[in-house]
Every structure is written in structure tokens, then in C-alpha cells.
Nanobody, 114 residues
């Protein structure tokens, strides 16, 4: 059974930092690229960042320079380091596989508010 489990979401003040994790099981993790998406209340889900099997990364303009995606194949985990957080980063964050079967996690809530 394939599972993607996100964690690390929290309430944080503007300017703060969080690190999200997405732990995968039931797949050969190293064969998949991984993406982070987010969905704010009343808005469509949007792509945030991605990392290929080989470690190449790409970011949405709205987060480039503030967020960093990384992966640890030994731990079957992808991370999203989020710095300089803004209220508009408030959303449920989801991880997703690409380059094979499309799997999704259940999401983790990030709230940026003073």
C-alpha cells in the first residue's frame, strides 16, 4: 500500500520558518520525482516546488528564494524548508509523486499569522 505522509505544519508568525516532511512508503522512492503543492481556502491547488530523481529543483515564482526542496532517498523523505514566511503562504501543503503513478498525501496545515 502506497502512503505519503506529510508533517511539520504549524502556526507561525510572519517572517518565521518551518520545515515540512513527506515520508513515502510502498514505492521505490528513488525512482520518483517529488512535488509540493498547496491549497489556500477558496483557492485552487497550486504547484510550489519540485525535485527530480536526480535532484534538480524548480520553484514557483512566489516562493523562489524563500523555500528549498530537498530529498533523502535513504529515508524515503522529501522536505520543504520554508523561510521568511508570509500570511499568503497559509495553506494546506501536499506532497505528490511524478514520473510514474501519481500519488498524493493527505496534507499538512501551515498557518502564517501574528
Amino acid at each position: 500500500q502506497v502512503q505519503l505522509v506529510e508533517s511539520g505544519g504549524d502556526l507561525v508568525q510572519p517572517g518565521g520558518s518551518l520545515r515540512l516532511s513527506c515520508a513515502a512508503s510502498g514505492i521505490i522512492f528513488s525512482l520518483y520525482g517529488m512535488k509540493w503543492y498547496r491549497q489556500a481556502p477558496g483557492k485552487e491547488r497550486e504547484w510550489v516546488a519540485q525535485i527530480s530523481r536526480g535532484g534538480s529543483t524548480n520553484y514557483a515564482d512566489s516562493v523562489r528564494g524563500r523555500f528549498t526542496i530537498s530529498r533523502d532517498n535513504a529515508k524515503n523523505t522529501v522536505y520543504l524548508q520554508m523561510n521568511s514566511l508570509k500570511p499568503e503562504d497559509t495553506a494546506v501543503y501536499y506532497c505528490n509523486t511524478f514520473g510514474g503513478v501519481n500519488y498524493w498525501g493527505q496534507g499538512t496545515q501551515v498557518t502564517v499569522s501574528s
